[in-house]
């Protein structure tokens, strides 16, 4: 879906029901995650197919995906070690130029944090390179974010730990859980994939997207 915050992918919990084993399941996460990274989209969102699910779910289809679109040399300060990403070694690299190290002045050093809790008075707790646990940090005024976001972490000292929020990260995409129909809602052009569904070619695209504009 394409709206004036981009391009959104939204993909079922039950997108690995076919593969074999986990190992073919990471596999065929780590495509998605590159077709993502190919097409620049900015969210990814993984909405619940229950009745579609087999062995590997949800919460599975999140994490390896969120681990996908995590700079390599965060993953294991953000991931740690799960079950789910016993087979991470297949997934293919998604060639995003990542944005972290030290900023212009060389005073500061920018680095990215996973949020794994959304908790109150606008502060949430957050894994990151800086401590072995999550810590709390304050978000930003005016700005929303979501458990399994990536935010932007800007680090002026790493002992004692002075740290702040300053946005979410340019580069790559973000990993979210929503319905369908709250991935959906709002102005912007949609365009879903079916066996069921008719043949789209790049002429008649182009025709629906100037309608669109026009609506």
């Known amino acids: 879906m394409r709206t004036e915050d981009g391009l959104t992918i939204c993909v079922p919990s039950s997108v690995v029901r076919e593969a074999e084993d986990t190992r073919e399941a990471t596999r065929k996460l780590g495509y998605v995650a590159r077709a993502a990274a190919v097409f620049r989209a900015d969210r990814l ?82 894994n990151s390179p800086l401590r072995e646990h999550p810590i709390s940090l304050l978000v930003p005024s005016g700005m929303e974010v979501e458990q399994g976001e990536r935010v932007t972490i800007r680090v002026s000292s790493r002992e004692p730990v002075r740290a702040r929020i300053t946005g979410k990260p340019e580069d790559g995409f973000q990993v979210v859980d929503a319905d369908l129909s709250e991935a959906l809602a709002g102005d912007g052009l949609a365009v879903a994939t079916s066996r069921h569904g008719e043949e789209l070619s790049v002429s008649r695209l182009g025709g629906i997207v100037s309608d669109s504009r026009e609506a």
């Open 45 to 126: 969102v993984v909405f619940p197919d229950r009745e579609g699910e087999r062995r590997r779910g949800g919460e599975y289809v999140r994490t390896v995906l969120g681990y996908a679109a995590t700079p390599p040399g965060l993953r294991k300060d953000l991931w740690g070690e799960r079950d789910e990403l016993r087979y991470a070694g297949v997934l293919p690299p998604l060639r995003v130029p990542w944005r972290t190290g030290s900023t212009p002045s060389g005073e500061e050093s920018k680095t990215q944090g996973l949020v794994t809790e959304v908790g109150p008075e606008g502060r949430v707790r957050v």
